[in-house]
């Protein structure tokens, strides 16, 4: 069974930063591409970063130079660097693998 557990979130002001953890199992992790999405109050879902296999990552334009994602093989975890958070960046954030999510962390940037 796949499970995705989010944790990191949390409340930060604006131009702070967080890191989100995804701890995955249930698949063969180093074969996998990994993504975070993300839902804003009262929107639909937004794809934020994607890791592949191979070590390539891909980021929306909205975070593109702010985000960072990154995966440990070693220990089954997907990572995402949010650096200069801004109040737009509020929202639930999942974790993806083949169209199974977590449960998400919610991040909240507010002064």
């Known amino acids: 069974e796949v499970q995705l557990v989010e944790s990191g979130g949390g409340l930060v002001q604006p131009g702070g930063s967080l890191r989100l953890f995804c701890a995955a199992s249930g698949f063969v992790f180093s074969d996998s591409a990994m993504t975070w999405v993300r839902q804003a109050p009262g929107k639909g879902l937004e794809w934020v970063s994607a890791?592949?296999?191979?070590?390539?990552?891909s980021y929306a334009d909205s975070v593109r130079g702010r985000f960072a994602i990154s995966r440990d093989n070693a220990k089954n975890t997907v990572y995402l660097q949010m650096n200069k958070l801004e109040p737009e960046d509020t929202a639930v954030y999942y974790c993806f693998h083949n169209g199974t999510r977590g449960q998400g962390t919610q991040v909240t940037v507010s002064s």
């Open positions: 890791v592949y296999s191979d070590g390539r990552t």
